[in-house]
C-alpha cells in the first residue's frame, strides 16, 4: 500500500459561475452550474493520488444514507480502497456547499459523520502496510480524532512510514492547542496554504511564520495559489512554479497538490522536485469543476512539473 489518506469524506454541492453570491429575502436566483461531486480534502487527496498511479486506501467516515452511498460509489470508481471507512448508522454523511467564482470560493459544510471519526477507526494493520499517511482536515476532526492523532501517527512511522498533516482551515478560529502541537512536532511534513501558515505560527507574515513552523522539526512546503509552492527543510528554502494555467474552478487544487507531491516523495524525489509535481497536479486540476474533475494521471503531471521553475529565495525575502 503506497498510501493512506485520513481525514474528511462527504460529497460537494458544487456551485460554479460569475456571480454565485445568494441574495436573501426569498429571491431565487439562476446560476450557470451546479453539481454533486466527490468533496472532502481526504476524499480528493485520495482519488488525485489514484489517479497518479498510487495504490490508496481512505480511512474516514460517512453516514448510512445515499450521501455516504455516493461517496463511497465515487472512490471505489476511482480505485480508492474504503474497506476503512466507517458507516454511522446515527449520524448523517457530512456534505459541502461550495460557491466558485474564478479562482476564489466560499464553503459551507455541515459536519454530520466526519467530525466522529476517532483513533479507534485508524486501523493499526492498515498503517503497518503504508508507505505514507497523510493526515487531512484537521479542525474538522479535532475533537474526535485530536486527541489520538499522535499516536496514530507514531504507529505509523513505527511502522516504517512516513507521515504528513494539512490541518486545512480552522473554522473556529482557534487554530490548535496541545494536542495539535503534538501532532505538528510528530509530523515529517506539513503542508499549509500561505494563510494557514501564518495562523498556525502566530507571526505576521510568511517568512517569520515558516522559521516558527520548521523549528518544531518537519519539513514544510507552503501552498502560493497560482505562485506555486515554498518548501522549506531546515534552514533551506525553495520556491516552485509551473506555468500558468487559465482556472475554471480552484476547488480542491491544494488537495490535488498533496497528492502530487506525496507521490513525487514515494517516486524518490527530492522535496523542491516532489513540489513541482505537486504544483503540476493541483495547476491541471483546475481545468474542470470540482476536486477532481481534472485530476490528472501522471504522464501528465509529470510533464507540466518538467516546466517547473526552482528558485532559491533570498533570506528573509517574501515568496514572490
Known amino acids: 500500500m503506497d498510501l493512506v489518506v485520513v481525514g474528511d469524506c462527504n460529497p460537494d454541492v458544487l456551485v460554479v459561475g460569475g456571480d454565485v453570491t445568494p441574495v436573501f429575502g426569498q429571491q431565487e436566483k439562476l446560476v450557470p452550474s451546479m453539481s454533486l461531486v466527490v468533496g472532502g480534502s481526504a476524499s480528493i487527496t485520495a482519488v488525485a493520488a489514484a489517479r497518479l498511479g498510487l495504490s490508496v486506501a481512505l480511512v474516514a467516515a460517512v453516514g448510512a444514507d445515499p450521501a455516504g452511498q455516493f461517496m463511497l460509489d465515487q472512490l471505489t470508481r476511482?480505485?480508492?480502497?474504503?474497506?476503512?471507512?466507517?458507516?454511522?448508522?446515527?449520524?448523517?454523511t457530512g456534505m459541502t456547499v461550495a460557491l466558485s467564482h474564478g479562482g476564489d470560493r466560499a464553503i459551507l459544510t455541515a459536519l454530520g459523520a466526519v467530525g466522529s471519526l476517532t483513533a479507534a477507526d485508524v486501523p493499526a494493520a492498515l498503517l503497518g502496510r503504508a508507505r505514507h499517511v497523510h493526515i487531512s482536515s484537521y479542525f474538522l476532526l479535532e475533537d474526535s480524532l485530536g486527541p489520538g492523532l499522535a499516536t496514530v501517527m507514531a504507529t505509523a512511522q513505527a511502522a516504517g512510514a512516513t507521515v504528513s498533516l494539512d490541518t486545512n482551515w480552522d473554522p473556529s478560529g482557534r487554530w490548535g492547542d496541545d494536542r495539535?502541537?503534538?501532532?505538528?512536532v510528530q509530523a515529517d511534513l506539513l503542508l499549509p496554504n500561505e494563510a494557514e501558515a501564518v495562523r498556525l505560527s502566530g507571526e505576521p507574515d510568511l517568512s517569520a511564520a515558516v522559521s516558527v513552523l520548521t523549528a518544531a522539526g518537519s519539513r514544510v512546503v507552503v501552498k502560493l495559489g497560482a505562485r506555486g509552492?515554498?518548501?522549506a527543510d531546515g534552514s533551506r528554502r525553495h520556491q516552485v512554479s509551473v506555468p500558468p494555467l487559465v482556472p475554471v474552478d480552484a476547488t480542491g487544487a491544494g488537495d490535488c497538490f498533496n497528492a502530487g507531491l506525496i507521490a513525487g516523495l514515494l517516486r524518490g524525489l527530492a522535496l523542491p522536485e516532489a513540489a513541482a509535481l505537486g504544483c503540476a497536479a493541483g495547476a491541471l486540476s483546475t481545468r474542470a469543476p470540482g476536486g477532481t474533475g481534472s485530476a490528472p494521471d501522471l504522464r501528465s503531471a509529470l510533464a507540466l512539473a518538467g516546466a517547473a521553475a526552482v528558485t532559491v529565495p533570498a533570506a528573509g525575502a517574501p515568496a514572490s
Open 78 to 92: 476511482e480505485g480508492v480502497g474504503t474497506d476503512a471507512v466507517a458507516v454511522r448508522g446515527d449520524l448523517p
Open 180 to 184: 495539535l502541537a503534538a501532532a505538528l
Open 229 to 231: 509552492a515554498l518548501c
